[in-house]
């Protein structure tokens, strides 16, 4: 492993472990927040309560990702070595076959960057659909808005029809 990739490895891990940390704290406070706050409506409640799960579990993801990244050091010696012994029989044009040792590091190799991939792609799809439940709860705010903002306007439309047509009967009662 080169210089470069090990140092933009580490840093992602240690990137992905703090940020992990920082948003863990932070949904917990959330959690302790809403136990203590009883002027929140229920609904509200329910939400912020299931994103601060979504959230905790995309931080588990998060730390998981690091974690699984991290480990690539232990291994991408060997596979390196391996990669670049299979090269250079190729360049001589000999076949050089796995032994049955290279062969299982392969196996558990690939099943490692499969696994590291899967743990992203389930951090992406936790992350879209908190990102999905966030919109649904605007539009049910941004649809409540809209109801309570027409309401007003039937009220004052009715209080100001009520008021001019007091002031026409009062005018034909002078006449």
């Not at 699984?68 to 670049?84: R, V």
């Not at 009967?169 to 002078?174: K, V």
Request: hydrophobic share 40%; proline share 1%.
């Amino acid at each position: 492993m080169s210089d470069s990739q090990l140092i933009f490895t580490l840093v992602l891990s240690i990137g992905l472990f703090g940020l992990a940390g920082i948003f863990t704290r932070q949904q917990l406070q959330t959690l302790r927040r809403l136990r203590e706050d009883v002027t929140i409506a229920e609904e509200d409640r329910l939400y912020f309560h299931r994103q601060a799960w979504r959230r905790l579990l995309n931080c588990g993801l998060m730390a998981l990702l690091a974690a699984l990244l991290g480990g690539t050091f232990i291994f991408e010696g060997h596979a390196q070595q391996l990669a670049e012994n299979q090269h250079e029989a190729r360049e001589r044009q000999q076949e050089q076959p796995l032994d049955a040792d290279q062969k299982n590091f392969v196996r558990f190799y690939s099943i490692y960057w499969i696994a590291i991939l899967l743990t992203l792609l389930a951090l992406v799809t936790s992350a879209f659909f908190d990102f999905w439940e966030i919109r649904k709860y605007g539009q049910r705010h941004f649809r409540q808005l809209q109801a309570d903002r027409r309401e007003m306007i039937e009220r004052e439309t009715a209080l100001l029809r009520q008021q001019r047509n007091g002031q026409s009967h009062r005018e034909e009662d002078f006449s």
